[in-house]
């Protein structure tokens, strides 16, 4: 009988594959209590996820109580306190073994996926969530800005420290996720196969308990990271619902409003505790926080800068700020983003692929609801347009009769019949 010796290299990929796929099932079955398909539903909340679920909400609810002002205060915390954490993790992560062939893998261009729609695409979805573009944040904050405010420097300042910290973020992960894949001799691309949650609670934390020193403080600095960053893009969010209601209905209290804002919140993010809940999550994210948000956006830079026109917003800007924009600017918003834009989510559109999770391609159902809830966005803009148009329509014919009744009343001898015909004729 012939015996089959494994070369030593070959063992150790083949236990930390095995071991990488029994930590994938034991997140979904434990953790996240998935099911493996969803054609009998979604099941009920998971208990202990929907207590968690119910702890950030009150958390969020918290900083938003008072508006602006008292998430304005927490802001400093929540946006200071994730650059001390990358910090002390860039100095752990540079000092590790392999680190540097993990922040190879990282830089090191591979030209061929610049050929495919679905990287461009996920490209500029990835600057919308991460500025926070189309969500109605930037607008709201805006709101609260002097009017001669230097929207330049804040622009320029946002985006750069945007993009430090990406490339930052990027450098710790892969630095350390290369020593694991160093001590696992193993590929880089071994051990960041999984994206999203998996990258973030199985490799990453598998990393990290690797080190050689205090484990515990780095999982629970990076742990508490994610819980901060995750509160500072949901409260932008949540403040933005919460001014759009309180302007609407300023009589209301604001710590009503907060908290009512937070219940709806809350209930919404059930439907995603449930075991079916990441199957909900992925198509939800597909067509509501992509599609939607990219054709929003799209929309909105061409209604400026082709509809409303270049020239009059370059104005409005120059009476704001006392200077005139660029040719940089102006090239940007009349010809490149909009193009870029179309260019993107035509090719992206044209190549479509069936949406999958678990590598398993979605009922025809869900998918059908998925097009509902991106052509009940979509229709948002047209549907609005229509009810500003007919409300402003009517104020102009209420600014005419008001103008008549007015230029009337002081012909006192006029009959009222002929102050009607008058006005009928006007009118028409």
Known sequence: MDIILTPPIKM???????RDQKLMKLHRAEVLKEWDDISEGIGLPEWRLTLCLLFCWIVVFAVCAKGVHSSGKASYFLALFPYVVLAALLIRAVTLSGAGTGILYFVEPKWEMLKTAKVWYSAVVQC????????GSVSMYASYNEFR???????????TLDTFT????????????????DKMNVGVEEVVKYGGTGLAFISYPEAIAKFDRVPWLFSLLFFLMLFVLGVGSLVGLYASLVTVIMDSFPDLKIWHVSAMSALFGFLVGMVYVTPGGQWIFTMVDYFGGTFIFYVLTLVEIISISWWYGLDEI????????????????????????PCVLLTVFAYFVATLEPLRYLNKVYPSYVIVWGWAVLGFGVLQIAIWMIVEFIRRMKQQECGRCQEVCDFLSCLHNTSLGIKATYIMMMIS
Do not use: Q
């Open 128 to 135: 919308f969530f991460s500025l926070n573009i189309g969500f």
């Open 314 to 337: 370059c104005l409005d800007i120059e009476f704001m700020l006392k200077r005139k924009p660029g040719a940089y600017w102006r090239i940007c918003w009349g010809i490149i983003v």
């Open 12 to 18: 150790m990929r083949l236990n930390w594959r095995n």
């Open 166 to 181: 990406s490339v930052l973020a990027g450098l710790i992960i892969f630095g350390i996720l290369g020593n694991l894949a």
């Open 149 to 159: 405010h230097n929207v330049y420097r804040d622009a320029m300042v946002v985006t």
